[in-house]
Each structure stands twice: as C-alpha cells, then as structure tokens.
T-cell receptor
Framework: AQTVTQSQPEMSVQEAETVTLSCTYDTSESNYYLFWYKQPPSRQMILVIR??????QNATENRFSVNFQKAAKSFSLKISDSQLGDTAMYFC???????????FGTGTRLKVLA | DTGVSQNPRHKITKRGQNVTFRCDPISEHNRLYWYRQTLGQGPEFLTY????????KSRLLSDRFSAERPKGSFSTLEIQRTEQGDSAMYLCASRAYTEAFFGQGTRLTVV
C-alpha cells in the first residue's frame, strides 16, 4: 500500500532561520510525483513545491527546496530565511501518473517565531 | 477568481438532517476530487470524478454519502442522516495534470 509518513507533528523556528520538515513514503511505483502543500490557518491548501520522481535534481522554489532521496524514499522540505507568513500546516503528498489519488501525510504544524 | 470554489464555507446541522455541498472546479480541469479532513489530520480521499464519471469511491464513503458531477462541471456532495462523526472539513480539488488545486473547504458541524 502507498503511504506517506510525516513524523514531526509540530515544529517551530525563529524568523530568518532555516527549518527542515521530514517526509517518507512507501510505494512500489517507479513513476510518481511528490508534493509539499501549505495550509495556513483557516485558509485553503496551496502548493509549495513538487518533485517528479524521474528527475534527479532536487526542486527549488525561492526559499523552499527539497531533498529527494529516491532510494531511501525520503522527501524533506527545507525552508530558508523563515518568515512569519510561513506559519501553517505542511502536508507531504504523493500521486502517480497512472492513478489519480493524492495520498497525504498527517501534516507538520510549523510555527515561525518573531 | 478562477480558483476552486466551495459553498457553503460553514454548515451547522442537527444530527439526522441531510446536507449538500457544492464545488465549482477550475473550468478546464476534467478531474475533481472530494477529500475529508478532520482536526489535526491530513486530507483523506473520498471520491474522484473524471469529467462526469465517478471512477472511485473510498470505503470511507458510506451509503449515506453520494456525490455527483452532472455534465462534468460542478460537483455536489450530499450526506444523508448526518451523524456527529461526519463533522469535518470537506475539501474539493480539481486537477488537469499533476498539480491539484484545492478549494477553501466546507466545514461541517453536526450537533
């Protein structure tokens, strides 16, 4: 079965510091996609960054980058220069091109401290 | 606004009543999903449409739940004879390629 595990229920980081959120997944598929979604309090979920499994290069989006370790089935998110607006729930998610379901982890609540 | 729209945003209902939620996806997206999210948890898959066809229903979706997507446009999710355990955020998402876009959700409270 395909599963996504986020082992850090809550984290905090000082403003301007760097924080890394962990995610592991389990799949037997070879072609899949991984995502980090951000869900601010009482607001909709938005995509932060995505990674195609066939790409060896780690994805980056401004202050957000991932460390994708395919063999270890690990997909961590690094947030550099943390800002107060980064305070949110962060969900790791997985989907494949052959299916249609997103499978989400349980989330990590990140609080950025002033 | 061309994002995914969900109505209502909040719904409080008495146990045993029926409720219906609506989702308007991004217009060019042919895939539409319903998810349920309880406090402190990640979204759980409920059902999926490709155009007007409902291709899969989760085991989480009991007989009291029904979803439709007439003409492959908007979708409705109906819960009959609501129970307190149905209290949750119901999320709709639409997708054209790999990225899913989410609505703001409908928060259901069953009292």
């Amino acid at each position: 079965a395909q599963t996504v595990t986020q082992s850090q229920p809550e984290m905090s980081v000082q403003e301007a510091e760097t924080v890394t959120l962990s995610c592991t997944y389990d799949t037997s598929e070879s072609n899949y996609y991984l995502f980090w979604y951000k869900q601010p309090p009482s607001r909709q979920m938005i995509l932060v960054i995505r990674q195609e499994a066939y790409k060896q290069q780690n994805a980056t989006e401004n202050r957000f980058s991932v460390n994708f370790q395919k063999a270890a089935k690990s997909f961590s998110l690094k947030i550099s220069d943390s800002q107060l607006g980064d305070t949110a729930m962060y969900f790791c998610a997985y989907t494949t091109s052959g299916t249609y379901k997103y499978i989400f982890g349980t989330g990590t609540r990140l609080k950025v401290l002033a | 606004d061309t994002g995914v729209s969900q109505n209502p945003r909040h719904k409080i209902t008495k146990r045993g009543q029926n409720v219906t939620f609506r989702c308007d996806p991004i217009s060019e997206h042919n895939r539409l999903y319903w998810y349920r999210q309880t406090l402190g948890q990640g979204p759980e898959f409920l059902t999926y449409f490709q155009n007007e066809a409902q291709l899969e229903k989760s085991r989480l979706l009991s007989d009291r739940f029904s979803a439709e997507r007439p003409k492959g446009s908007f979708s409705t999710l109906e819960i009959q004879r609501t129970e307190q355990g149905d209290s949750a955020m119901y999320l709709c998402a639409s997708r054209a390629y790999t990225e899913a876009f989410f609505g703001q959700g409908t928060r259901l409270t069953v009292v």
